[in-house]
């Protein structure tokens, strides 16, 4: 239950946090905080005020993006996962290789562009992307 009300309370946030809305409110506070220093006279206060705000909103806010990223990842992977499955010419055992550590990813990853480089003369990733950025 508090994982569900968690879940769709983080969804909801960090959907809005990345309108352009938000963005709008966030700049509309600072500019009302800016416009009220000559009331509160620059005071220590009127400083710490936004200061405190922004250093809790920016705490909260890493948790929710956070959260909202590892559910995006996973849901991702699980897709991936069904992709490899589903198609008879896929290897399975591709799946569930991001719990491998970064080492055995990468070895996994150079064996794939040795690979493709060696099949009938195909030209490996690594010239792919170069000859790509060339053009560009």
Request: glycine share 6%.
């Amino acid at each position: 239950m508090l994982d569900r009300l968690f879940t769709v309370a983080a969804t909801r946030i960090a959907g809005f946090a990345g309108q352009p809305g938000a963005f709008a409110t966030a700049v509309g506070i600072i500019l009302l905080w800016s416009v009220t220093g000559p009331l509160f006279g620059y005071s220590d206060t009127w400083q710490l005020v936004v200061n405190t705000a922004t250093t809790i909103v920016t705490f909260l806010m890493v948790f929710l993006i956070q959260n909202s990223q590892n559910r995006d990842a996973a849901a991702m992977q699980a897709k991936l996962d069904e992709l490899i499955r589903a198609v008879d010419a896929a290897r399975s055992q591709f799946i569930g290789i991001e719990h491998l550590t970064d080492r055995e990813i990468e070895k996994v990853r150079s064996d794939l562009e040795q690979e493709c480089g060696d099949i009938a003369g195909r030209v490996s990733p690594a010239v792919s992307l170069a000859n790509l950025t060339r053009r560009l």
